[in-house]
């Protein structure tokens, strides 16, 4: 199978359309067959309820290829499972677990020529989601929805790939106390573009949230979760029911404890104790582990020990067993690498 022609190691994270898509709908109660199409354009009617009141919540996940050339995903399930709860928040008919997998698989395979080769450094990012496609206009949930899987080979999310980098502590909310923040809807992410744009301006890479009750506690950023070492060698990330439970981070852990044998704490973070850690870090499939050198909390500064030139050596070896696992150089945990080729 002949691979595209492209300049692997140089994407960024961005779309490109890639030849094949999965896609399914939902109508008088039941989702259709699904099929594998070319067409990557959608139309609708202008009164749709994903247009109206943002009826759509999204997955993300990544294919990669290993040393010995095959191509396989990491815990999809989990991402379909995440789908699950996603939709029924927003009283979107649920994507069966089973079904969410099977597209995955059909999808990577049928676009194999766009999965980067193994030591590219890119990878293939999976975005399934789904949409309310039915006319709505008094406020309530659509009779009519879409599930969709495209492809695009990604580059690292962060420029600078591994440089460390500069957060700020955002002004703004990402999620409410008994809101959608757990969740992957699209409404989590429109509100976030304000934040994201002003602190780009600002010269910061990302926002961090706080929890929006006592604005004291670590919550998220717009599209990772965050990671800290501390001096005596912790991993120690943030708990709140208003940040989305990274699959990332939850791997993360089980990497840490059963393979690096460091204690693990999931717990509350307060921002006063930041200042105490060694390391940062934020995780997410996009992210992956991306290292964070200092945070801005209004002209303070919190510089971690780790500095601004690399990642911190604990970081690092989560990154490098992460991968590992992903690439398949290292043994997993038992179903938590699906072999799709
Ligand atoms: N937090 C937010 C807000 C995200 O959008 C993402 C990306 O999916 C993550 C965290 C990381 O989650 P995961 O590791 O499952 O990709
Ligand atoms: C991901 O990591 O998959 C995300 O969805 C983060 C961001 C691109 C929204």
Redesign the pocket.
């Given at each position: 199978m002949e691979k595209k022609n492209l300049d692997w190691a140089n994407l960024g994270f961005g779309y490109m359309m890639a030849d094949y898509r999965y896609v399914s709908n939902y109508k008088d109660g039941k989702w259709d067959d699904g099929e594998i199409t070319t067409d990557a354009n959608i139309t609708l009617n202008e009164c749709a309820g994903v247009f109206q009141y943002a009826q759509t919540c999204f997955e993300?996940l990544k294919a990669y290829t290993t040393e010995d050339g095959h191509i396989v995903c990491f815990r999809p399930d989990l991402n379909a499972q995440r789908m699950v709860d996603s939709c029924e928040r927003l009283k979107m008919p649920v994507f069966p677990v089973e079904r969410f997998i099977d597209a995955v698989e059909k999808v990577v395979k049928a676009n194999e020529a766009w999965v980067p080769p193994f030591g590219s450094g890119a990878t293939l990012y999976i975005r399934p989601y789904m949409i309310a496609t039915n006319p709505v206009i008094g406020v309530k949930p659509a009779t009519e929805y879409q599930f969709r899987i495209f492809v695009t080979p990604v580059g690292p999310y962060f420029k600078g790939g591994a440089k460390p980098l500069t957060i700020r502590v955002s002004d703004y909310d990402r999620a409410a106390p008994c809101g959608t923040g757990h969740i992957?809807a699209g409404l989590n992410y429109a509100m976030s573009l304000y934040p994201i744009v002003d602190a780009h301006e600002q010269g910061f890479d990302e926002n961090m949230y706080l929890d929006p009750a006592t604005r004291t506690k670590v919550e998220?950023t717009?599209?990772?979760?965050f990671i800290f070492i501390t001096k005596d060698g912790k991993l120690v990330t943030p708990k709140s029911d208003s940040i989305?439970p990274?699959?990332?981070?939850r791997s993360l852990m089980v990497v840490a404890e059963k393979y690096l044998g460091m204690e693990v704490e999931h717990r509350e973070v307060l921002l006063e104790e930041l200042k105490d850690f060694a390391e940062c870090g934020l995780?997410?499939?996009?992210a992956v582990i991306s290292p964070v050198g200092k945070i801005n909390d209004h002209g303070t500064e919190i510089c971690f020990p780790s500095g601004m030139e690399e990642m911190g050596p604990t970081t690092k070896k989560l990154y490098e067993t992460l991968t590992g696992i992903q690439m398949g150089k290292l043994e997993a945990p038992e179903g938590w690498v699906k072999v799709i080729v």
């Open positions: 993300g992957k998220e717009g599209g990772a979760n989305l990274s699959i990332t981070r995780c997410g499939t996009a």
